[in-house]
T-cell receptor, first 114, second 109 residues
């Protein structure tokens, strides 16, 4: 049981480049989330998808776009990377909301923008 | 939106000591979890505890939802308990899963 899988694990981008972070879960969860964690800080919510076909902004959505490709997959896109987006990105899934249960997190993607 | 504050922000303990970490939230919630982030950055689920009390070995947690706080107890601390402890909540009626500010724990041998 893989749980939540994020790819890639590490990435270095040049300023202005674009990239997509991938997240897949095999627990049949409806809700999926993207967070960023800056050094020495807590996790901040970027975007979330309460269910397949819906996405909503979190606390820090600027500079990002998301796609809920299907129930399993939720991707995060940086269209024009900036050094301020250097961070560790975490994806999570769960049955969060009505009839809520616990959330599970991926291993994280460490992104450096130079 | 909901505010989630944790205290203390930093804690240093000698191995074997006990500690209590607190999570205060500003609105009613229907989900609360405690996580341990180890020194390698991995987030480990400790407790799913929107209300009541749970225990798992040396760790236990209590959430008093009506008073908007949760406590995480660590007994007989070990060096492997070091890391950052986060609580995370969902406000009732929303799907936004918001993390607290964290408590950084260091356990000395």
């Amino acid at each position: 049981n893989a749980g939540v899988t994020q790819t890639p694990k590490f990435q270095v981008l040049k300023t202005g480049q674009s990239m997509t972070l991938q997240c897949a879960q095999d627990m049949n969860h409806n809700s999926m989330y993207w967070y960023r964690q800056d050094p020495g800080m807590g996790l901040r919510l970027i975007y979330y998808s309460a269910s397949e076909g819906t996405t909503d902004k979190g606390e820090v959505p600027n500079g990002y776009n998301v796609s809920r490709l299907n129930k399993r997959e939720f991707s995060l896109r940086l269209e024009s990377a900036a050094p301020s987006q250097t961070s560790v990105y975490f994806c999570a899934s769960g049955e969060l909301g009505q009839g809520t249960t616990e959330a599970f997190f991926g291993q994280g993607t460490r992104l450096t923008v130079v | 939106g909901i505010q989630v504050e944790q205290s203390p922000p930093d804690l240093i303990l000698q191995e074997g000591a006990n500690s209590t970490l607190r999570c205060n939230f500003s609105d009613s919630v229907n989900n609360l979890q405690w996580f341990h982030q180890n020194p390698w950055g991995q987030l480990i689920n400790l407790f799913y505890i929107p209300s009541g009390t749970k225990q798992n070995g040396r760790l236990s947690a209590t959430t008093v939802a009506t008073e908007r706080y949760s406590l995480l107890y660590i007994s007989s601390s070990q060096t492997t308990d070091s890391g950052v402890y986060f609580c995370a909540v969902i406000s009732s009626g929303t799907y936004k899963y918001i993390f607290g500010t964290g408590t950084r724990l260091k356990v000395l041998a």
